[in-house]
């Protein structure tokens, strides 16, 4: 099955017009993605703590990981922050940044939670499956991102 974002996207907005923070809605994307996709091994949310440039681990489907900290500019997640992109890496074997949460990932996409110029976090996966993730993949996860990045904007106001 593969992920529908318009509806999960549809779903947090509901949850916004109900009342909801942020908080319950980091929850629920990391639960919707992960179940979407058998592909999606591991799935998690980190936020961006400007003031120590540090990546906090929010919320996590999957294993357990060493990582709950992450420094920007450590690993494949904080060097999306600091070179303020997504990044998909099909063979993490050939990454040499890449902090390992499993033996068996085989791949990782991260697609930052951002809001124009200002980065909150970031939506992480991993797959045991190698090349797991493509353009598809990507774009749909940037909708999900957005609606969590209008959601954390609203509430730093
Ligand atoms: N692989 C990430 C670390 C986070 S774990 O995958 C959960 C990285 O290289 O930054």
New binding site residues.
Partial sequence: MALDAVAVVKELQEMRDEGYLSDALLRKAVRRIAESDEKYD?V?VYLLNEDEGVLW?HN?VGEG?E?AK?PVG??????AVAERRNINVPD?SQ?E??????PE?KS?L?VLIRAGDQIFGQI?I?SHQPDAFGEEDEIALISIADKLAEQLAAERR
């Avoid at 450590?74 to 060097?79: A, F, K, L």
Wanted: with cysteine.
């Fill in positions: 591991w998690g681990l996590y990981t990582h992450i450590t690993g494949v997640c904080g060097r993490v990454d940044d890449y902090l390992a949460c499993s990932t990782e991260v992480d991993d």
